[in-house]
């Protein structure tokens, strides 16, 4: 379905535990993914410039968030090469760009688990 798209850190840094909000719109989904799919999901991206890079800090408070909203909290890791870090970093789109890789993690506190 559809979804409202909040990026809390567009304008500047909001302190916030997550980079982005996705609220579903529209009416409510049944079923086992239902919890998922019928409140906000929110997302924190991770970006590096090393694609070997596997490893990644997450702060205690941005842990204690995830635990707390389980299946709702997901990582985005995004691989930039060379010249896509170079566009990222002067704050140009990346919509395009050869090489970009993202990798998700669903459910951050049951993959700790």
């Given amino acids: 379905g559809e979804c409202a798209v909040e990026w809390v850190n567009e304008q500047a840094e909001s302190r916030a535990f997550y980079d982005i ?19 906000a999901v929110f997302v924190e991206v991770k970006t590096t410039k090393w694609a070997a890079n596997n490893v990644f800090e997450l702060s205690l408070p941005e842990l204690h968030f995830a635990c707390k909203e389980g299946v709702r909290f997901d990582i985005y890791r995004v691989f930039l090469p060379p010249e896509a870090w170079q566009a990222h970093r002067l704050g140009r789109s990346l919509v395009g760009e050869a090489g970009v890789k993202v990798t998700v993690v669903k459910d951050v506190a049951a993959a700790l688990a």
Avoid: D, N, Q
């Fill in 21 to 39: 909000k996705l609220t579903p719109r529209g009416p409510e989904v049944g079923g086992v993914a239902s919890e998922r799919l019928s409140s």
